[in-house]
Nanobody, 119 residues
Framework: QVQLVESGGGLVQPGGSLRLSCAAS????????MGWYRQAPGKQRELVAG???????NYADSVKGRFTISRDNAKNTVYLQMNSLKPEDTAVYYC?????????????WGQGTQVTVSS
């Protein structure tokens, strides 16, 4: 079992920055792939950024060059640095931990944190 707690959301003006944090507990954090997803009202949840247990990263096209995902395995924490925020980035952001081994899948979610980009 992995417990995930997000923090760092809030209201920011267009062009501003926020850093989201996701603190994990309950299992060996370093073996999980970690991701940030978001869900805007009336839309499906989408992957924003991900990082593998080995540290490789991937991003949605809409956030490339603006968002950066990073992980600190010593602190059991994954971060999402969001710069040059746009109104269309407004959503609830969720942290995800995922691991697949020998056909078994382990998939955990945080409770979400609201990000609102508005003037």
């Amino acid at each position: 079992q992995v417990q995930l707690v997000e923090s760092g959301g809030g209201l920011v003006q267009p062009g501003g920055s926020l850093r989201l944090s996701c603190a994990a507990s309950g299992s060996i954090f370093s073996i999980y792939a970690m991701g940030w997803y978001r869900q805007a009202p009336g839309k499906q949840r989408e992957l924003v950024a991900g990082t593998t247990s080995g540290g490789s990263t991937n991003y949605a096209d809409s956030v490339k060059g603006r968002f950066t995902i990073s992980r600190d395995n010593a602190k059991n924490t994954v971060y999402l640095q969001m710069n040059s925020l746009k109104p269309e980035d407004t959503a609830v952001y969720y942290c995800n931990a995922f691991r697949a081994v020998l056909g078994d899948k382990y998939d955990y979610w945080g409770q979400g944190t609201q990000v609102t980009v508005s003037s």
